[in-house]
C-alpha cells in the first residue's frame, strides 16, 4: 500500500471468480477513491478452508498473507457476492480464519465495511446482512450507513467489466468518503473529559 495514504484500505472480494462483478466492484472503488486514501485488493484464491487441525499445525501461507494484510491496513471493505439468499462461502471463510485466534485477531477492532454487487434485484442485501452479523462476534466496527446494494449489476457493468453507471459510481464515491471518514474517527484517540 501507498506510504504517503493517510488511511489505508486492504479489499476482498468475495468470489474467485475472475470476472465478477463484485471483483469489478472492488476495481471500480480502487479507480475512485477519495484523496488520502490507498485500496488495495487482496485474492483469497490461496485461502484453505477452515480447519481447526490445520491451523493447529500453524497457518497455511495463504491465511498468513490474509492476516498480515488486515493487521497492515486501517480497515478493510469487504466486497461481497450473496449466493442462495446468503454471504457465499469464500467471504465467510476469511472471515472465520482473520477472527482467529480469539482476542488477538486482525479483525478485532478493525473498521471495516461492506458492499456488494448481485443481478439480482436486492443487490446482495442478504449476504450483506449476514456478513455484518460475524462482525458483532469479531468485535469489529461495521460502517452503518451509507449501503451499497448493486442490483441487476449486469446492467451497470460493460463486458470487460468497467462500472458504467453513473448513479452507481456517484454513490460509491460518497460511500467511500464516508468510510474513510469512518476509519479516521475511529482510528482517533478518545478525547479525556
Not at 488511511?7 to 471468480?17: I, P
Not at 499445525?57 to 450473496?82: N, S, Y
Not at 467471504?91 to 471495516?112: F, Q, T
Request: proline share 9%; aromatic share 8%; with cysteine.
Amino acid at each position: 500500500m501507498s506510504e504517503a495514504a493517510a488511511v489505508r484500505v486492504l479489499g476482498l472480494a468475495g468470489s474467485l471468480r475472475q470476472g465478477s462483478y463484485n471483483r469489478a466492484l472492488l476495481r471500480a472503488a480502487q479507480g475512485m477513491t477519495p484523496p488520502g486514501m490507498a485500496l488495495e485488493a487482496f485474492d483469497l484464491i490461496d485461502v484453505p478452508l477452515y480447519n481447526g487441525d490445520v491451523e493447529a499445525q500453524g497457518d497455511p501461507p495463504g491465511v498468513k498473507a490474509l492476516k498480515e494484510a488486515i493487521a497492515a491496513a486501517d480497515a478493510v471493505l469487504f466486497v461481497t457476492p450473496e449466493y442462495n439468499h446468503g454471504v457465499p462461502g469464500v467471504m465467510k471463510n476469511a472471515v472465520d480464519w482473520a477472527s482467529r485466534p480469539p482476542r488477538s485477531a486482525p479483525l478485532g477492532a478493525k473498521p471495516v465495511g461492506i458492499i456488494g454487487a448481485s443481478p439480482g434485484a436486492t443487490g446482495s442485501a442478504r449476504g450483506q446482512s449476514q456478513l455484518r452479523q460475524a462482525f458483532e462476534f469479531t468485535n469489529s466496527y461495521c460502517m452503518p450507513q451509507p449501503e451499497i446494494l448493486v442490483f441487476r449489476a449486469h446492467e451497470k457493468f460493460d463486458p470487460e467489466g468497467r462500472l458504467t453507471d453513473e448513479p452507481t459510481a456517484k454513490y460509491l464515491r460518497a460511500y467511500l468518503e464516508a468510510f474513510m471518514a469512518w476509519t479516521v474517527r475511529l482510528r482517533s484517540p478518545t478525547p479525556t473529559r
